[in-house]
Every structure is written in C-alpha cells, then in structure tokens.
C-alpha cells in the first residue's frame, strides 16, 4: 500500500504539485487520469523517489520514505517495477537480455537462476517463442509484454506504469491492461499507473484519482465515475460523443 500525505512539488515559482492526499492499495489497478499538464508524470515520478517533495510525505507499505536510510531507500527502489511510455527497452539487446537486465544489475543470481526467472517471467506475458529477438524485430505489443516482463523480473511490491497503452491499437491496448491488472493481482503488487485512455478507466481503474492543476479533483471507482456529478470530472471523461452516450445509457437504465 502507498499512502500519500499533502504531497507540494514547485520547480521554481510554478507550484505543481498543490497538497495531494491520497492512497493507492495494494492487489489493486490504481489510475491516475487528468488533463495534459495536470502534474500526473510529477506526480509518480514523486512515487518513484525520482523528486522529492517539498512538504508532504509518502508512506510505502508503512515506511515514509524520507524517514529510511540511503540503504533502506536502495532496497526500497529495488522492489519497484516499471514500465516506460513507449517501452523503452535497449535496442541492442535481445527480449531475453532486456528482461534479464535488471537482475544482472541488483542481484548476485547464477546465470541458471536469473535463465529460470527469465523464462518464468516471458513465460507469464505469453512471450515463449521471442527471447532471441531484438525490439525492433517485435510488434508494439509485444515490446510492452517484454517492459512488463522487466518490470516484474524482481518481483516488485509497486509496480508504475506510464501510459502503457500508448501507440497501441484499441484491442492490444485492452489485452496489456488486463495483463498488468492479473499480474497486480496474483502478485499481490500495489500498481500505480498514469493514463489518458478512457478505456483503461473503464476496465481496469479500481482506483482512480482525477488530478486538476496538480491538486487532487476528484477520486473513486470505475463504477462510481459513471455516477459522479463533479462537473470537472464529467467535462474530461465524457469529452467523446461515445462516453456520453454510455452515460446516458446507464443513468436511464438506473432511473
Ligand atoms: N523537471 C521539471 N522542471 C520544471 N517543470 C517541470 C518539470 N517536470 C514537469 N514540469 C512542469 O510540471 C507541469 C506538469 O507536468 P506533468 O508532466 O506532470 O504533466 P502531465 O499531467 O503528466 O501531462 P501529460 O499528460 O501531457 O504527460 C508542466 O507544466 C511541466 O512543464
């Protein structure tokens, strides 16, 4: 579980971040959506330990991270996976020496061990048949089975994910959201992930919360954004003819 206190992040005079308090838990597909500039990348780059907040606190599985000691921080990184917009795997390497990196870099496996893990992982993304090829040999959709396989490699406690379904078609994008949400679940990880993709919202936003000019707009279930009157949340999500329409269908259907 991660538990966010008054989170304030400024880069010079521009107050980005203005007292975010919230909590993702774990086993669950957490969101975070709002518009272009809202603050969601500083926002999990905070969650990340890639800023550091100027006032405010968060709070993984207990432990408020400006309490642990640089040791304790290194560990705590190392439980954390995630998964780059547009993949970001190495060109030079193959799917297998992309996934097996991580575990080169933090562990002191034999080379049996981290093979085993390795195959495991691709295994579990249903990719059996491409650990010799390389990035540019593979389809998008494919590469983010390969990010997602490296992000899991060390079997993290927090998993982040920006914006895993960009560049991909509507059906791939549904095949890889459902991956990371049983993947969350089995593992039992606390997944964190940014998205402007309503569909995303739809199926897999057990949490969501709605940034607006980097404070906390809105927050609740894919279930509980159908029903919400917060006119800032209902101007961003149903922007498309398709969403209101569906909106308008389940309110008549409740009334
Ligand atoms: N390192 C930085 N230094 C200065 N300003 C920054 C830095 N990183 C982000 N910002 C500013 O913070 C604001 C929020 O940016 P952020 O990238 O978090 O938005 P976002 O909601 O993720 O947008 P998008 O959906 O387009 O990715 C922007 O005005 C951006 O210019």
């Not at 193959?94 to 085993?116: A, H, I, Y």
Request: aromatic share 8%; glycine share 8%; proline share 3%.
């Amino acid at each position: 579980m991660i538990e966010v206190d008054n989170l304030h992040k400024s880069f010079g005079e521009s107050h980005i971040l203005k007292g975010v308090t919230t909590s993702f838990e774990k086993g669950k597909t957490n969101l975070i959506i709002g518009q272009s500039g809202s603050g969601k990348t500083v926002f999990l780059k905070c969650l990340l330990g890639l800023f550091t907040p100027d006032e405010g606190y968060i709070c993984y599985n207990g432990n408020i991270y400006n309490d642990l000691s640089p040791d304790q921080k290194r560990n705590l990184r190392q439980e954390m996976g995630m998964v780059f917009q547009g993949s970001a795997l190495f060109d030079s390497l193959t799917v297998e020496g992309n996934v097996m990196f991580p575990l080169e870099m933090f562990t002191k496996q034999s080379k049996s061990e981290m093979q085993d893990r390795v195959n495991a992982v691709l295994k579990r993304v249903n990719l059996i048949d491409a650990h010799h090829k390389y990035p540019s040999e593979i389809s998008g959709g494919m590469q983010k089975r390969v990010a997602i396989a490296r992000a899991i490699v060390m079997n993290p406690k927090y998993l982040f994910c920006d914006e895993p379904n960009s560049g991909l078609d509507p059906k791939t994008a549904i095949l890889i959201d459902n991956l990371i949400q049983e993947i969350t679940q089995e593992y039992d990880i606390t997944t964190v992930i940014n998205t402007h993709d309503m569909n995303s919202v739809m199926e897999i936003g057990q949490k969501i919360l709605f940034l607006k000019n980097g404070h906390k707009e809105w927050e609740g279930t894919n279930k509980e954004i159908f029903k919400t009157d917060n006119e800032a949340v209902t101007d961003f999500v149903y922007s498309s003819e398709l969403f209101k329409k569906v909106r308008q269908m389940y309110i008549e259907e409740r009334n």
